[in-house]
């Protein structure tokens, strides 16, 4: 909690990136609240333009936009934390059997994941998108997604593992008899938690960007109402071409806006993370009671990212 | 003996292991889809056309021997790689006789042009452009920079190219529409410019895509290059900020992004997917999506297959010209 408390203090990337994640969810709670059906049509008035009543107003389907938009919000997070559920769960389970078992187990695991890590995503999830069209639920596709993305995560926290093994309080905690269980729950997930967290708010940009792409293709679930299938529909009735930009303009605007929360949410994460920028933050706590402190004003550069 | 045993022998067998997986992957995925593709696939291409029965049965045995459904999955294995090494990936369905081969090798050529102009383009300003904001981190133009790129990045490319289209094409009409060249191709001046002209939106949508990333990396190497001592030593030595900046900060950042370029030119063959169909560009990526628009598998599989083994090699030359670029990496 300290932690976050901080982050909101000193690092106004963070701060930006919470404020807009707050009205995101927001508008995913708001969604709850839906006066329409996800899929109902012809519920307003057809092609009103944005207007006091129709706040985004209405597609030429007789969808109110703003709504819709809620909907879409709520099913891309769906998808996109299913990824990162199972992404960073098989990640993880991976990073920690090669970085605590080590030996022929390690080196088989590692160029294992050295492999995977090479082979391209897009062109395997839009083969398999292909193969499975028709019968994509938004499960499926968080599914697929999360199974795309794991390489990484783990070889990241492969690379953290070994590196608390060595350090000295492990050894102290071994030499005094405690139980493997114990040492990797009580004294080493602590050190791996803000990693993970890190690692889930950028999971997150990667598998929403994935989402919208592949909707924008019409490779996902068509029927399910996400950022990128409202784009795929916008375009499929030529909203641009019969002048009616604000049916684009709800989605784009939408998904810039939550990758730009999440990117700004993961920057003000890594770079208090950074044992060098936290060096430059508890400085900026020193230079905060005495404001003379010269060097403190240069250090912070990292932290203002 | 030692180089070859111990330096390029593992990396190889590295490389044989990517290919391989790769490949049985691909040769995974039909077979476990819960649907029939063989039907699938001729279900639908009946749908739309009426084709003659042999033509059927001749598609029907085609797809039979490409998924190899009949005899055990070892031994469709086998078969699916005898095929592959010897070049021959199928007849492409979408245009029945014609083999994948030809129908990739009609569209790498735009893909390459594109994607390779714009890479280089967009690596060497983003390098500058990352090392004198990380060189000199308090000027308005970096932090204007900076804040510009860093709401560029984490938009997805489809929506940055989307709303260049919509912008360019038609809010101002500057730039066509889809195409990739007007005319018929010749060797003149007419023909190459109309290329040039088609090119320069896809290629702008995609130096400032990938732009905003080299950048950031760019510039976070230089920040930490920056502390060294040596860089103090040379500025109270007095040497020209330049020369400091370009001779040796830059330099030292050089490995992870040399890196990053020969990986990115090793991802054309995966072809800019999203480019292409944006912006209707007749290479890989628009194959592949026709592709897929029409269920044409072995075009899909061969251009998965295509891009794996350029990821693969691309990292293999990286892998062994590391020594070259940095002479702290030695022969291990």
């Known amino acids: 909690m300290a932690a976050i408390r901080d982050l909101f203090r000193f690092s106004p990337s963070f701060r930006f990136g919470a404020i807009i994640l707050a009205v995101v969810f927001g508008l995913v709670i708001l969604s709850f609240f839906s006066p329409y059906e996800s899929d109902d049509r012809r519920a307003v008035a057809r092609n009103e333009p944005p207007s006091l009543e129709f706040i985004l107003g209405t597609t030429s389907q007789g969808q109110d936009v703003f709504w819709m938009l809620t909907f879409a919000i709520r099913n891309t997070l769906l998808v996109a934390g299913l990824a990162v559920l199972i992404g960073r769960g098989v990640g993880v389970l991976l990073g920690m059997v090669s970085g605590y078992i080590g030996g022929t187990v390690d080196r088989l695991l590692s160029s294992l994941v050295d492999s995977v890590i090479v082979i391209p995503r897009l062109p395997l999830l839009i083969l398999i998108a292909s193969i499975m069209r028709g019968q994509m639920s938004i499960l499926t596709l968080g599914l697929l997604i999360g199974l795309l993305d794991w390489a990484i995560p783990s070889k990241r926290y492969r690379a953290q593992i070994l590196s608390l093994r060595e350090r000295e309080f492990t050894y102290t905690s071994v030499f005094s008899g405690m139980s493997v269980f114990k040492i990797v729950t009580r004294e080493h997930l602590p050190f791996l938690m803000p990693y993970l967290l890190a690692d889930v708010v950028s999971g997150f940009l990667f598998a929403i960007g994935l989402e919208v792409t592949l909707s924008i293709l019409g490779l996902s679930d068509l029927d399910t109402q996400t950022i990128g299938t409202q784009i795929y529909w916008g375009n499929y009735y030529q909203a641009l071409l019969t002048n009616r930009v604000w049916v684009l303009a709800a989605p784009i605007g939408a998904s810039i806006i939550v990758v730009i929360g999440f990117y700004l949410a993961s920057v003000g994460l890594s770079t208090y993370l950074d044992p060098r920028t936290r060096l430059g933050r508890l400085e900026v706590k020193t230079a905060v009671k005495e404001p003379e402190t010269e060097p403190a004003a240069v250090t912070t550069q990292g932290v203002t990212l | ?117 714009s890479t280089l383009i967009s690596w060497v300003l983003g390098l500058v452009l990352g090392s004198l904001a990380g060189y000199f981190p308090n000027r308005w133009w970096s932090q204007g920079l900076e804040k510009i790129l860093i709401t560029v990045y984490p938009v997805p490319y489809y929506i940055l190219a989307f709303v260049l289209l919509m912008i360019f094409t038609y809010y101002f009409p500057i730039f066509p529409l889809v195409g990739g060249a007007r005319g018929t191709p010749a060797f003149t001046w007419e023909y190459i410019s109309s290329v040039l002209y088609f090119g320069t939106l896809p290629a702008i949508s ?126 291990r």
């Open chain 2, 206 to 331: 995609l130096i400032v895509g990938a732009l905003a990333f080299r950048f950031i990396i760019s510039k976070a190497l230089t920040t930490s290059e920056k502390s060294s001592d040596y860089v103090q030593y040379a500025e109270l030595a007095g040497l020209p900020k330049r020369k400091i900046l370009f001779s040796y900060v830059t330099r030292n950042t050089m490995l992870p992004q040399v890196t990053d370029l020969a990986l990115s030119l090793g991802a054309l063959f995966e072809g800019a997917l999203i480019t292409e169909v944006v912006f209707g560009y007749p290479g890989l990526g628009y194959t592949l999506y026709n592709a897929v628009n029409s269920s044409d598998y072995n075009v899909i599989m061969g251009i998965t297959l295509l891009s794996i083994v350029g990821i693969a090699t691309a990292s293999l030359l990286v892998d062994l010209s590391y020594p070259l670029v940095d002479p702290r990496v030695r022969y």
């Open chain 2, 1 to 117: 003996m030692t180089l070859l045993k111990e330096f390029i022998l593992p990396r190889l067998i590295q490389w044989v292991v990517v290919i391989f997986i790769g490949v049985t992957i691909t040769f995974l995925i039909p077979r476990l889809s819960p649907v029939n593709p063989v039907d699938q696939a001729l279900g639908r291409m009946t749908t739309f056309q009426t084709m003659n029965p042999e033509a059927t049965l001749a598609l029907r045995e085609t797809f039979l021997d490409l998924y190899g459904l009949e005899g055990n999955i070892f031994d469709q294995y086998l078969n699916f790689w005898r095929r592959l090494l010897v070049g021959d990936l199928g007849p492409s369905f979408g245009a029945f006789p014609t083999p994948v081969v030809r129908i990739i090798a009609n569209s790498i050529g735009w893909t390459i042009g594109l994607l390779g102009i």
